[in-house]
């Protein structure tokens, strides 16, 4: 029996059931072995005369990629020290979640100012207390809005299970988002969102960059550690 290891892009459990039932189909692997928590996401596959280029044409197909890994790193995989010191330096985690970062920073920024906008130009009396709240409700919902679409959109989720995927994925970071981005208005502006004014457009980019920071490494962690991401 020969091992075969693969270096792929794979990143989380949704990843897995994409490809599980492929290797299950190929008479020729006895047993396989998802490595998801190694920075290479490694793919382990024993069996007799494994057909190495159609292992790999699957996860193209699937719309991932994968590589035969090095030999030399045969045997490198377990070792535990030289995952944890590479934790935070998966490239492709970090652009993974920097996009995901950007869905929520999109949705967030829908609903919270523009919230803020309306209640300026209707509500002008609202205190600053109620105006925060209302703004970081509605960039809640308009981001797990978001969320949930994209969810039914790139990964064929129904409704239900999409809206409680957005929910429960985001939730943390929307909230971390939104308050770095109200903290940050209100800092320049004093919570005066009218925006035809020169303060509110002096808040909006430090409000998106703040908004943008402040989830970025949380939307890693969970993605590298558990395949859970805000996407």
Known sequence: METTILKTDLHCNKCV????????????VNNYKFQLDHPDKLVIIEGDNINVGSVISIFKNEGYTA???KKEQLFQFPEVKAVK???WKNKNT???????TLNCLIGCSIGDFGM??????????TSMLWQMILAIIAGLITSIALESTILKIR????????LTTAFSMSFISM??????????????TGGKAAFNTYSYWLAFAPALIAGFILPLPYNYYKLEKHGKACH
């Open 175 to 188: 909230i971390g988002m939104e308050l770095a981005m109200n903290a940050t208005d209100f800092i320049i």
């Open 155 to 162: 990964e064929n989720f129904n409704w239900s299970l999409a």
């Open 94 to 100: 970090w652009k993974r979640a920097t996009f995901n």
């Open 85 to 87: 010191n590479s934790f």
């Open 116 to 125: 803020l906008i309306f209640l300026q130009a209707y509500f002008p009396n």
């Open 67 to 69: 590589s035969p890994y």
């Open 17 to 28: 059931d994409k490809i599980e039932p492929h290797l299950k189909g190929i008479s020729a």
